[in-house]
């Protein structure tokens, strides 16, 4: 399972005429955003909609920073309210030397950087650290909070149980028209055994009390 998509910024944001803020931009950086947070790597579906999630301004727009960004495009991720209520002001670089990040300690730009090569997402959903400044970040933003464990854990599961059903699909395609070899119905079995796990660890997840 594919987990932080490579994502791009377009090169010319145009936002919405009749909105006069940096809100203007929120389809455009969401559609560049893939829809997903790019901190806890959620989809907006996960919240309800595209409307519960925020735009983060990467370097604060507070006036201690870089007051100046408020409205740059090139400036706004998209974040859901958790992941953006806790980097708020966060910024721990200083502004002149133009670092996101150092020993350790602030953020990676989703769009510079590779999340993948700082991000390692455990079978179970939770997010370890690769590199620095991954263990800031999960820990700052709370990346590993229940709610995201448990939407990334059912994101594992869905691409279990669609591969379970490909390679099933794949192997009796392979059968059409002659006998089936040594092995093959074993291996259907398995594959529908695997399929049969992932979709009721999905439906425990769906429904825990039942
Ligand atoms: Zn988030």
């Not at 006069?20 to 955003?33: N, P």
């Not at 620095?132 to 933003?141: G, K, R, V």
Request: charged share 30%.
């Amino acid at each position: 399972m594919k987990f932080f998509p490579i994502i791009s910024r377009r090169t010319n944001y145009v936002g919405v005429s009749r909105i006069y803020s940096y809100r203007k931009y929120k389809d455009e950086i969401s559609e560049d955003c893939a829809f997903r947070c790019v901190y806890c790597d959620c989809h907006c579906n996960s919240f309800g909609g595209h409307a519960a999630m925020e735009l983060d301004h990467f370097r604060p727009k507070s006036e201690r920073y870089f007051p100046e960004l408020e409205d740059d495009p090139a400036n706004l991720l998209l974040a859901c309210r958790s992941c953006n209520g806790k980097k708020r002001d966060d910024w721990p670089m200083d502004k002149l030397g133009g670092l996101t990040h150092f020993e350790g300690v602030g953020y990676i730009d989703p769009f510079e950087s590779e999340r993948t090569l700082y991000f390692h997402v455990e079978n179970c959903g939770s997010f370890s650290a690769k590199e620095d400044p991954a263990a800031y970040m999960i820990e700052q933003l709370a990346l590993n909070r229940p709610f995201a464990v448990a939407v990334r854990a059912r994101r594992i599961l869905r691409g279990k149980l669609h591969a379970a059903i490909d390679s099933l699909a794949e192997e009796l395609r392979s059968m059409e028209g002659s006998s089936p070899q040594a092995g093959q119905l074993g291996r259907i079995a398995d594959l529908l055994q695997e399929a049969n796990r992932a979709l009721r660890k999905l439906e425990l997840e769906d429904c825990p009390a039942l």
